[in-house]
């Protein structure tokens, strides 16, 4: 079904952007760390950021000039789905530990969209 594919891409798109724009502020809640953490900080905040833009993109491309019932096109999506999976995971055992709730609330996210991904490509 088109309509969960377009309602899982758009969320990973929208919450990839979402994690970009407030890298400023993220890094300065570290507070007085060095220059090499803060570059390392931005860097990895930002790298999942465009990972989320990137498979958000991907399938929201795929849906829309695909063939949805093309082999490839499913390729797509349950890689996709998968990686936000492993993501989720991911948050759950590191940032999600935090009192942020913004990453508390980011496993939740990821994984509603790959099961929206998963869903909209079997039915």
Known sequence: M???LYI???LVLIWGV???V???SVV???????EDNIRIITMEWVAEGLTL????LLVLLVTVFGNLQNQVAAIVY???AGMLVIMAIWTMLTG??????PIKVCPVVKTTAAVLIVLGSLL
């Open 8 to 10: 899982g891409s758009t």
């Open 18 to 20: 979402a994690h970009i």
């Open 78 to 80: 349950w890689t996709s």
């Open 2 to 4: 088109d309509v969960l």
């Open 22 to 24: 407030p890298t400023k």
């Open 28 to 34: 300065k809640g570290f507070g007085g760390i060095s």
């Open 96 to 101: 999600a530990r935090t009192s942020v709730i």
């Open 53 to 56: 833009c990137f498979i958000g």
